[in-house]
Structure formats: C-alpha cells, structure tokens
Nanobody, 124 residues
C-alpha cells in the first residue's frame, strides 16, 4: 500500500553536487525525512520537510550545503546536496512520517515507512 523509492545516488568527487529523489505512493503523510547510514555507524538524521512546504529541519553537519524540497504534484521529495565531502559517504534513505510533533523529526523510530536506500560515495 505504501512505497518509497529513492534514486539519484552515485559516485561524486569532493566538492561536487548530487540530487536525490524519493517518490512516494499509497498514503498522505505529514512530511518526509532523509536519513543516512555509513558502514559501522548508526543511522543519522539529515533533513525533514512537511508536505505543506513551510517547515524544514536540517542536521547541523549539512546546513548550508543540503536543501530539501518537494514536488507535491509528483508526490516526490528531493535532497539537493552540494559541496559534498567524503564524510557524506553513506546509504541515504527517505522515510515517511505520519503525525507526531516537530520535535520528533530527528528520531528514526517516529517514521512509519522507509525506502530501500541509495548509495552516495564521495571521493577525495
């Protein structure tokens, strides 16, 4: 009933840019988040946007470099990544959030559905 499909990952040189997409279907959610997980590390919050478009949140390491946006007509959320660093290398996941206060957008367990992930690799 609910499906999230990420795309746009790949290999990029440090300082370069990449745009990730996540197409959603099946339900209406309060908003969408992006998380990432590097080998041997915990999954960490990256960014969140409400479907209304008026509320966004970013993790400190990506502020000023990443931009989250939506195309509501396509039920798609994007993550524009610029000035990429090797530390950004990870599998990136989009996730759908259904309800809950804004204070929980950084908490992975508060999201109801997850995509399959897309690999982002940043070389030096």
């Amino acid at each position: 009933q609910v499906q999230l499909v990420e795309s746009g990952g790949g290999l990029v040189q440090a300082g370069g840019s990449l745009r990730l997409s996540c197409a959603a279907s099946g339900r209406t959610f309060i908003g969408m988040g992006w998380f990432r997980q590097a080998p041997g590390k915990e999954r960490e919050f990256v960014a969140f946007i409400a479907w209304s478009g008026g509320v966004t949140f970013y993790a400190d390491p990506v502020k000023g470099r990443f931009t989250i946006s939506t195309d509501n007509a396509k039920n798609t959320v994007y993550l524009q990544m610029s000035s990429l660093k090797p530390e950004d290398t990870a599998v990136y996941y989009c996730a759908a959030k259904y309800g809950g206060p804004w204070s929980t957008v950084r908490v992975a367990n508060s999201y109801a559905y997850w995509g399959q992930g897309t690999q982002v690799t940043v070389s030096s």
